[in-house]
């Protein structure tokens, strides 16, 4: 198993301290991660390293991209990326985890308990099933990772936010230009390269709901 100092070396890339109590916390995630794998389709990430890098890396490295703060929605959280592991960087975010299968949601709780994560909250609806329910928003953050149909999250998300709201997508280079020619009321900030990929970025939009379609 790795210790603190071997994950702070392999986050050295993405630029951001954790705490000695974070870093624990992350380990805690780890193994938890690794060991709920092989009994159910979590990751396809075998290596503690890689997931480190991978999964907490870039979930950390939107932190460099918006202030984490007030309510985050993560839209098909599956094993908690981004939405539970930014949670390590912004203890005081509000989270709201959108899984609909149901062994994920036993694994997002169990790591919620296990650790110590506080205002934490795993639903089982389906976005559009989530949008129709409406008492739960405005977010101030939507997160969305590894997910597809963007032409149908993206405006579903924007139904879910305040005016003002950040929709974050961690995308592949090719998804960028489709979301940006499909119109809609984001304004969208230049895509950020995720390090140590080539092709991985993180594109973040602003709701702006005075922009008619």
């Known amino acids: 198993m790795l210790d603190r100092q071997t994950v702070r070396g392999l986050l050295s890339p993405f630029n951001l301290t954790l705490s000695d109590a974070a870093l624990d916390t992350l380990l805690v ?6 060991r709920w794998n092989r009994k159910i389709n979590l990751t396809s990430i075998r290596t503690p390293e890689e997931c480190v890098t991978r999964h907490f890396g870039e979930s950390f490295w939107l932190s460099h991209a918006v202030p984490l703060e007030g309510r985050l929605l993560d839209i098909g959280s599956g094993a908690g990326f981004p939405g ?3 949670k390590l960087l912004a203890p005081e975010l509000d989270v709201t985890l959108l899984e609909p299968v149901g062994k994920k949601r036993a694994f997002l709780k169990e790591v919620a308990r296990s650790c110590g994560i506080s205002r934490v909250r795993v639903v089982g609806s389906r976005l559009e099933e989530f949008l129709r329910q409406q008492g739960s928003g405005p977010f101030d953050l939507v997160t969305a990772r590894a997910v597809g149909g963007m032409g149908s999250l993206i405006p579903a998300a924007a139904g879910l936010m305040r005016p003002g709201g950040r929709l974050c997508l961690w995308v ?6 489709e ?12 895509p950020m390269p995720i390090p140590l ?17």
């Not at 592949?172 to 230009?177: A, H, I, K, L, P």
């Not at 979301?179 to 009321?185: K, R, V």
């Open 179 to 190: 979301i940006l020619e499909m119109g809609s009321n984001f304004e969208w900030m230049e």
């Open 172 to 177: 592949g280079n090719q998804q960028v230009g």
């Open 84 to 86: 539970l592991a930014i």
């Open 29 to 34: 995630y780890l193994d938890l991660l690794l």
């Open 197 to 213: 990929s080539h092709e991985r970025l993180i594109l973040v939009g602003q709701w702006r709901s005075e922009i008619s379609l």
